[in-house]
Nanobody, 119 residues
Framework: RLAESGGDLVQSGGSLRLSCEASGFNVDEYAIGWFRQVPGKEREAISCIGGSDGNTDYALSVKGRFTVSSDKAKNTVYLQMNSLKPEDTAVYYC??????????????WGQGTQVTVSS
């Protein structure tokens, strides 16, 4: 399973670091994606980190502001979010897989963590 944490209320321009702790498998075995969802809208893929190669990818909406990383010793993937904007407000999820078509199939979605950015 995957467990997200680290969400909070933060002012525009602020930073947060989200954590995605894995159990039952190693994070270096699979690509791990970060997603976010706003009520009434589809879940959006925003970042991905490769399991074996550690390659990263970002949606244009977060590129240059968000950084994904992994700590194999802690079996945890992180999402460092800087220069936060009100439009980043959403529930953030991590998943095995980096696209919305495959994420959640191998390991069920977690509860997510709420990020709220005030203007």
């Amino acid at each position: 399973r995957l467990a997200e944490s680290g969400g909070d209320l933060v002012q525009s321009g602020g930073s947060l670091r989200l954590s995605c702790e894995a159990s039952g498998f190693n994070v270096d075995e699979y690509a791990i994606g970060w997603f976010r969802q706003v009520p009434g809208k589809e879940r959006e893929a925003i970042s991905c980190i490769g399991g074996s190669d550690g390659n990263t990818d970002y949606a244009l909406s977060v590129k240059g502001r968000f950084t994904v990383s992994s700590d194999k010793a802690k079996n945890t993937v992180y999402l460092q979010m800087n220069s936060l904007k009100p439009e980043d407000t959403a529930v953030y999820y991590c998943a095995v897989g980096c696209s919305t078509t495959v994420a959640g199939l191998l390991v069920p979605w977690g509860q997510g963590t709420q990020v709220t950015v005030s203007s």
